[in-house]
């Protein structure tokens, strides 16, 4: 079983019809939909392999909506109630490209969880998001610890260069050294800001993670994977049209990625899988294509 660790929250997705007219209206369409970097990769994770997500909402109706919503996908849902849900507010330009309003509210005060939460796990995912802030920074890196003590491989996802340069990029290297994941997964901005790959070659700072894969995706460019002590592999990905969202395509990527490597133990099979995941949610609104509050 893949698990999951990270955020469960309400996206209010924006699609801008022209750009920001700052000072007065804008013509735009609003979506509410199920969001969290972690509750996303969960979601699309769960109807390729089994998987279970650990997160925290509030105890109240968009709480419950939203762990219902997630737990319809097929995943097993574990969460604490406590705090205020989380909400991010994503705006859509006319190319999809995003910018994100994150208020991460109760998704950053998971605590002592449950051994029982990590009984049957192959692996565990952590996006980066996970150890920026709050109760949730020390429950991530407490959990990695513990799943690597029962033998489980960890994956890490680097989340993004906003949350990476908060973070700082130092900190994050020495952390991912410190922790030691088996799979970092980067899009090639991130990749470049950390130094770990630039125009899909080797970067500087690969020495740092010796015994880490390191996954680059790069949009429609080929995917490399950087793995120690072998040479990369250059996964070419298949045409998308009709793109209108890219909201979601990395934490759907990052689920079939690991499913994929979970059912086949192959990195090109599972890259090949992360593309087709992707590729699924590249013209919906959001990350979650029939969910709505």
Request: glycine share 12%; with cysteine; proline share 4%.
């Amino acid at each position: 079983m893949l698990g999951v660790v990270g955020d469960l929250v309400e996206d209010v997705i924006v699609w801008l019809n022209e750009p920001v007219q700052h000072g007065t209206d804008s013509q735009v369409e609003i979506f509410h939909t199920r969001g969290g970097s972690g509750a996303n990769v969960a979601g699309f994770a769960a109807a390729l392999y089994p998987t279970r997500f650990m997160g925290c909402v509030e105890d109240d109706h968009v709480g419950r909506f939203l762990v219902e919503d997630l737990s319809s996908t097929g995943a097993d849902v574990k969460v604490q109630r406590r705090g205020k849900t989380g909400t991010i507010v994503i705006l859509i330009d006319e190319t999809g490209e995003r910018t994100m309003l994150p208020q991460r509210g109760s998704s950053t005060l998971l605590n002592n969880v449950s051994d029982e939460w990590l009984d049957g796990l192959e692996m565990l995912h952590v996006p980066a998001y996970s150890f920026d802030g709050g109760l949730l920074q020390h429950t991530a890196r407490d959990l990695i610890r513990r799943m690597k003590l029962r033998g489980g491989k960890i994956s890490v996802d680097a989340s993004s260069t906003g949350m990476l340069i908060h973070y700082g990029v130092e900190a994050f290297l020495a952390l991912m050294s410190e922790l030691g994941p088996d799979f970092l997964i980067a899009n090639e901005s991130e990749a470049a800001l950390l130094g770990l790959s630039k125009d899909g070659k080797p970067g500087t700072r690969l020495a740092q993670l010796p015994g880490t894969v390191i996954v680059t995706k790069a949009g429609p460019k080929p995917t490399v994977v950087h793995i120690p002590g072998m040479e990369s592999l250059v996964v070419p990905v298949a045409p998308v049209e009709n793109i209108r969202d890219l909201t979601g395509a990395g934490d759907a990527f990052a689920a079939g990625f690991l499913a994929g490597y979970l059912q086949s133990g192959h990195l090109w099979e599972a890259c090949t899988v992360g593309h087709a995941t992707a590729a699924k949610v590249l013209s919906s609104p959001g990350a979650s294509m029939s969910s709505s509050l």
